[in-house]
């Protein structure tokens, strides 16, 4: 009975701490977000630049898993070039260390401090004091789960259990480097598992040698998240993500057979055994960086490409551009391809919604990446074929590939930063629309993919009365968003509880569904004005 009070209440400790990391994570993306994405993105322009920017931001969310995720989508994004996303992981890897070092000051008794001034400040109208407020108590609640750590630790250091486990982990310094690893995935952080390895050394029954074996373990779990979470992402996300694990797992294989003499070394150097899992964190990963900084540039260029991207332009053909009607038609087509790109992201938000099903939702943000590219792309191509006298007529319909592509990108936006968000949201609380209001939403979907591919056939065609049905059906959109509206603002006054729960995305989906609609409708509107079908203003006139 008391090992399973000790048991739950070391493991109760742990989970505390990867909530406080949690916390910290969501509150500094919440406050500064889109700042510290954008200052990781500008910060990459040299390696010394890059580096520190992985260190930053690795501090600042208390995650390099984190870090690698952002870093790698920007990669995708080709934001960043690749030799120096490695070296921001660099950063990254010396910046949880850091995090770790900084965590074991003992600085425990500022924890009831720290979580009382979170908890005013989670209380203000900014996103940026309520964010910095879940920080605050994210980092309270870190400093009070080591505390509770060591509480949970102290029945079992006498343990003659735990001696012999720890002596068996000495005698088999691989078995004992692949627990610390496989410890890190199932908890998704190396600094919790360095932490606990801390708890375990302040026992005094671990030996020097075993602390670096169990931390180089740790080091070696804690890239793989990244690595799992980037499995179907393009290639150039994977090449980022997969090179910080090659370099952990070449660190760690050279690291082990000289565990023994760096025990030994740590042993003469007056640091404290207590802290050694924190000191040999950092020394480990700073070795590393400087170590693995000259291969950044081969491990830029793992995996060989496809022979086709996926995301490659298929009509764009240079030899075209010669051609004005020709390249049209290509990039034409190219956009069209886009619109089928959005038909699909549409498609799996829509299933999101019917099934509850994160799964679905899971491949929405590689899409919004590639339809980014694509309309890139298209712009560029387009321009190009603009420097030349091409006529009125290509002209125009030059801009009427631009605007369809521009809009097609802003409706991934919409997708991905808000519909994905209200759905993931959704379904991570486990939330469940009213009747009436999940009907509705669904019956909105259904006429939003309608829609677009009525678009697609507009944009085709241009045919002039089809063109004219689809601005019809956006002003139904309209009166479709505004009675479900009202109607869900009367299940809230009737007191619905499904309502209540989810009247703020019930409300926002509603709104990111009409943009989308608006945006649809937006191809038709330079065929009608050809056809002198459509009036400058909406506006009356008065005289």
């Given at each position: 009975?008391?090992?399973?009070?000790?048991?739950?209440?070391?493991?109760?400790?742990?989970?505390?701490?990867?909530?406080?990391?949690?916390?910290?994570?969501?509150?500094?993306?919440?406050?500064?977000?889109?700042?510290?994405?954008?200052?990781?993105?500008?910060?990459?322009?040299?390696?010394?630049?890059?580096?520190?920017?992985?260190?930053?931001?690795?501090?600042?969310?208390?995650?390099?898993?984190?870090?690698?995720?952002?870093?790698?989508?920007?990669?995708?994004?080709?934001?960043?070039?690749?030799?120096?996303?490695?070296?921001?992981?660099?950063?990254?890897?010396?910046?949880?260390?850091?995090?770790?070092?900084?965590?074991?000051?003992?600085?425990?008794?500022?924890?009831?401090?720290?979580?009382?001034?979170?908890?005013?400040?989670?209380?203000?109208?900014?996103?940026?004091?309520?964010?910095?407020?879940?920080?605050?108590?994210?980092?309270?609640?870190?400093?009070?789960?080591?505390?509770?750590?060591?509480?949970?630790t102290e029945p079992v250091r006498a343990s003659a259990a735990l001696s012999a486990f720890l002596a068996m982990l000495d005698n088999a310094w691989p078995v004992a480097l692949v627990f610390s690893a496989v410890l890190a995935i199932l908890a998704s952080s190396s600094l919790?598992?360095?932490?606990?390895?801390?708890?375990?050394?302040?026992?005094?029954?671990?030996?020097?040698?075993?602390?670096?074996?169990?931390?180089?373990?740790?080091?070696?779990?804690?890239?793989?998240?990244?690595?799992?979470?980037?499995?179907?992402?393009?290639?150039?996300?994977?090449?980022?993500?997969?090179?910080?694990?090659?370099?952990?797992?070449?660190?760690?294989?050279?690291?082990?057979?000289?565990?023994?003499?760096?025990?030994?070394?740590?042993?003469?150097?007056?640091?404290?055994?207590?802290?050694?899992?924190?000191?040999?964190?950092?020394?480990?990963?700073?070795?590393?960086?400087?170590?693995?900084?000259?291969?950044?540039?081969?491990?830029?260029?793992?995996?060989?490409?496809?022979?086709?991207?996926?995301?490659?332009?298929?009509?764009?053909?240079?030899?075209?551009?010669?051609?004005?009607?020709?390249?049209?038609?290509?990039?034409?087509?190219?956009?069209?391809?886009?619109?089928?790109?959005?038909?699909?992201?549409?498609?799996?938000?829509?299933?999101?919604?019917?099934?509850?099903?994160?799964?679905?939702?899971?491949?929405?943000?590689?899409?919004?990446?590639?339809?980014?590219?694509?309309?890139?792309?298209?712009?560029?191509?387009?321009?190009?074929?603009?420097?030349?006298?091409?006529?009125?007529?290509?002209?125009?319909?030059?801009?009427?590939?631009?605007?369809?592509?521009?809009?097609?990108?802003?409706?991934?936006?919409?997708?991905?930063?808000?519909?994905?968000?209200?759905?993931?949201?959704?379904?991570?609380?486990?939330?469940?629309?009213?009747?009436?209001?999940?009907?509705?939403?669904?019956?909105?979907?259904?006429?939003?993919?309608?829609?677009?591919?009525?678009?697609?056939?507009?944009?085709?065609?241009?045919?002039?009365?089809?063109?004219?049905?689809?601005?019809?059906?956006?002003?139904?959109?309209?009166?479709?968003?505004?009675?479900?509206?009202?109607?869900?603002?009367?299940?809230?006054?009737?007191?619905?509880?499904?309502?209540?729960?989810?009247?703020?995305?019930?409300?926002?989906?509603?709104?990111?569904?009409?943009?989308?609609?608006?945006?649809?409708?937006?191809?038709?509107?330079?065929?009608?004005?050809?056809?002198?079908?459509?009036?400058?203003?909406?506006?009356?006139?008065?005289?």
């Amino acid at each position: 009975m008391e090992s399973t009070i000790v048991s739950i209440n070391l493991f109760g400790a742990v989970a505390l701490l990867l909530f406080g990391l949690s916390e910290v994570k969501n509150g500094v993306q919440r406050a500064f977000g889109a700042r510290l994405k954008a200052g990781l993105a500008a910060g990459t322009r040299d390696g010394v630049r890059s580096f520190l920017a992985g260190l930053v931001a690795t501090v600042a969310l208390q995650s390099s898993t984190a870090t690698a995720l952002m870093i790698a989508s920007f990669a995708e994004r080709n934001l960043v070039a690749p030799r120096m996303a490695q070296i921001v992981l660099l950063g990254a890897n010396v910046g949880t260390a850091m995090t770790a070092w900084i965590v074991s000051l003992g600085i425990g008794w500022l924890s009831p401090l720290l979580i009382l001034v979170g908890v005013i400040l989670s209380r203000g109208t900014s996103n940026a004091r309520k964010g910095g407020g879940s920080a605050l108590v994210g980092i309270g609640l870190m400093l009070l789960s080591l505390h509770l750590i060591g509480i949970a630790t102290e029945p079992v250091r006498a343990s003659a259990a735990l001696s012999a486990f720890l002596a068996m982990l000495d005698n088999a310094w691989p078995v004992a480097l692949v627990f610390s690893a496989v410890l890190a995935i199932l908890a998704s952080s190396s600094l919790a598992i360095v932490v606990l390895i801390l708890s375990l050394a302040a026992t005094g029954g671990i030996s020097t040698g075993l602390i670096i074996v169990l931390v180089l373990g740790a080091n070696l779990g804690g890239a793989v998240p990244p690595v799992l979470a980037t499995l179907r992402a393009p290639i150039s996300a994977r090449r980022v993500t997969i090179g910080n694990l090659i370099v952990r797992a070449i660190g760690c294989l050279v690291a082990l057979p000289l565990a023994g003499y760096s025990a030994q070394l740590l042993d003469i150097l007056p640091l404290s055994h207590d802290k050694l899992p924190v000191d040999a964190h950092l020394i480990f990963n700073l070795a590393l960086a400087m170590l693995a900084w000259p291969l950044s540039r081969p491990l830029a260029r793992l995996l060989p490409e496809p022979k086709q991207m996926l995301d490659a332009p298929s009509y764009l053909d240079e030899d075209k551009l010669s051609t004005p009607v020709a390249a049209l038609a290509g990039a034409s087509r190219e956009v069209l391809s886009v619109g089928d790109l959005i038909e699909r992201m549409l498609v799996q938000a829509s299933d999101a919604l019917q099934h509850a099903d994160p799964a679905k939702l899971a491949g929405i943000s590689t899409l919004e990446g590639r339809v980014d590219r694509l309309q890139h792309q298209i712009k560029v191509y387009v321009s190009r074929l603009g420097q030349a006298d091409i006529g009125d007529d290509n002209r125009r319909r030059a801009m009427d590939v631009v605007d369809y592509a521009i809009n097609l990108e802003h409706i991934g936006d919409i997708i991905e930063k808000g519909l994905l968000a209200e759905l993931a949201k959704k379904i991570a609380l486990g939330l469940t629309f009213s009747r009436d209001g999940h009907e509705e939403l669904t019956r909105l979907f259904a006429i939003t993919l309608d829609n677009l591919r009525m678009a697609q056939t507009v944009f085709a065609t241009r045919d002039a009365a089809l063109a004219r049905r689809l601005v019809e059906v956006k002003e139904d959109v309209r009166r479709l968003e505004r009675q479900s509206a009202e109607q869900h603002l009367q299940r809230l006054r009737d007191g619905r509880a499904e309502s209540i729960e989810t009247s703020s995305l019930h409300l926002d989906m509603l709104r990111d569904l009409k943009r989308i609609n608006a945006h649809i409708a937006s191809v038709a509107h330079p065929i009608l004005d050809d056809s002198g079908l459509l009036i400058e203003s909406r506006i009356r006139q008065v005289r």
